[in-house]
Nanobody, 122 residues
């Protein structure tokens, strides 16, 4: 099964940018639908960006136009470019993988998770 490790989080000022990365091991991400979730005390864990095995993407409404998810199957990585950061983007961000045959927005479909990387916006 795939193992995931996130990196790239940090503390930034509102309006700034960050690029989060997720490095996979033990299996190829080409076999998985991939996603980024985030967790806050107020909202719990919510999905923010999804990418399927063909590179098709989808975003939750609150981040559309500011977040961009991408995958590099050769490097076995998933990235999340975050622009125009807002204080409400402060969260622990997780990379997740699903074996579903199609892109899915259902959290329960994602069986493989990293430990997360913290993003703090002030």
């Amino acid at each position: 099964d795939v193992q995931l490790v996130e990196s790239g989080g940090g503390s930034v000022q509102a309006g700034g940018s960050l690029r989060l990365s997720c490095t996979a091991s033990q299996d190829s991400i080409s076999n998985y639908q991939m996603a980024w979730f985030r967790r806050t005390p107020e909202n719990g864990r919510e999905g923010v960006a999804y990418i399927d095995t063909d590179g098709g993407t989808d975003y939750t409404y609150s981040v559309a136009g500011r977040f961009a998810i991408s995958r590099d199957n050769a490097k076995n990585t998933i990235d999340l470019q975050i622009n125009r950061l807002q204080p409400e983007d402060t969260a622990l961000y997780f990379c997740a993988a699903s074996r579903d045959l199609v892109r899915t927005g259902t959290r329960a479909d994602y069986l493989y998770w990293g430990r997360g990387t913290q993003v703090t916006v002030s």
